[in-house]
Structure formats: structure tokens, C-alpha cells
């Protein structure tokens, strides 16, 4: 699973203070996945981190807030690759196609994790509208990712840019969702096949298919 940070501080007490926060998001989000998220107590996770009860506390402060920590998480992956693709002129077809894959990594190839995460939007817990916040940010930089493509040529422009982002993105969640449903190995195959139906309505007329168009 990934880490919540890969910048490690210098300060001794400041790396054991987030080794001690990524220990906890770790055993949380595997006793999740293996448990259920209602199931999982905080004691449960701070025995399963090897730590104090009061401890998680010092860094959570419901065990709701581990999916937020987890939400960031995702958005940093997918700010590292919006960036990667823009500096190196990427076309935003490839990327697009792409980021089914790169998105739904550990422990995201987890359905159990993925209800959860779908439950915490749903719910009126004190985590939904930061989650909700988190979403829009996620939202801002696939329309970006559209414009750029529009601006390209790569991606039709008689459609605004949020309009085809939303679009994006209720394509991924849906492919997600009905996945869930079944728990096999199918989602990068899913993801793959939705792009391929999305592309045909989203790529400029007369373009080739994803599969000559897109390596």
C-alpha cells in the first residue's frame, strides 16, 4: 500500500511522529478492507499499529477521517500525474487511458475499500462535505486535463470542458461501482472498455479509434 508521505523530515521526532500516523493508516485501511469499516474500531487499529489508543487521537480524529487522509492521498497520485503528463507533453488520450490503471492501484483494487469510500459520499458523517471538497479539487484538474486536450486538438471543443470532466468521471465511478459488484479481476479490462465507448463519443470527428489513436 502506498505511504500517506514520501517526504521524510530530518527532524528525528517529526519522522517517528509520521511513521507513527502511517502505521495507523495502514492497519486501518487493512482491517477495512478485511473487517468492514463500521466493524473496525479504533482500538482495533491501534492494536493492529502496535500503538497507544490515545495515540491515534494525536493524529485522527475519528477513524472517518482515515478515508479523508486516503482521499488526499489519491488526489496527490493524481496531481503528480496531471503535472508529469503536462511537462511532458503527453496526449491527453494516452493519459486518459492511463489513469484507470494508475488511479485504481493498491489498495484502490480492493472492492471492499471502494464501497467504503462510495458509503463516506453518502453518509451524513462528519467527513462528507471534506470528502466533497476533495472531489471538486479532483474535478478541477480533469477539466483542466480536458482543456488541455481541447486546446490540442485532441479532444472535441463544442462541449464545455466541465461538461466532458463530469462525464469522465461519472464513467470511472460507475465502472468502479458495478465492479464492487462482482469483485473479480476484471476492472482494469472494465476501465479499459469504458474508455474505448467514452472515447468514441469525446475524440474529434474523424479521429481514429483508441487503439490506432492511442499506444
Wanted: proline share 7%.
Amino acid at each position: 500500500m502506498p505511504a500517506v508521505s514520501t517526504n521524510l523530515p530530518s527532524n528525528r521526532r517529526e519522522r517517528q511522529s509520521l511513521e507513527r500516523r502511517e502505521r495507523l493508516f495502514r492497519a486501518a485501511m487493512d482491517l477495512f478492507a478485511r473487517k468492514g469499516f463500521a466493524e473496525t474500531t479504533v482500538e482495533d487499529i491501534t492494536n493492529a499499529a502496535d500503538l497507544g489508543k490515545g495515540t491515534f487521537f494525536n493524529y485522527f480524529p475519528s477513524k472517518e477521517h482515515i478515508l479523508l487522509a486516503f482521499g488526499e492521498m489519491q488526489l496527490a497520485k493524481l496531481k503528480t500525474a496531471f503535472e508529469e503528463m503536462r511537462d511532458a507533453n503527453v496526449p491527453v488520450p494516452v493519459f486518459m487511458r492511463s489513469l484507470g490503471a494508475r488511479m485504481t492501484q493498491e489498495p484502490m483494487r480492493n472492492p471492499a475499500i471502494i464501497r467504503i469510500l462510495l458509503q463516506a459520499f453518502l453518509t451524513d458523517s462528519q467527513v462528507r462535505e471534506p470528502m466533497l471538497n476533495l472531489q471538486n479539487r479532483v474535478l478541477a484538474i480533469h477539466t483542466e486535463m480536458i482543456r488541455i486536450g481541447q486546446s490540442r486538438g485532441e479532444i472535441r471543443n463544442d462541449l464545455p470542458p466541465e461538461v466532458i470532466a463530469h462525464v469522465f468521471r461519472q464513467t470511472i465511478f460507475g465502472t468502479l461501482l458495478i465492479w464492487t459488484l462482482h469483485a473479480d479481476s476484471t476492472l482494469l479490462t472494465r476501465m479499459e472498455d469504458a474508455f474505448k465507448v467514452l472515447w468514441s463519443g469525446l475524440a474529434p470527428r474523424g479521429s481514429p479509434s483508441p487503439d490506432s489513436a492511442v499506444p
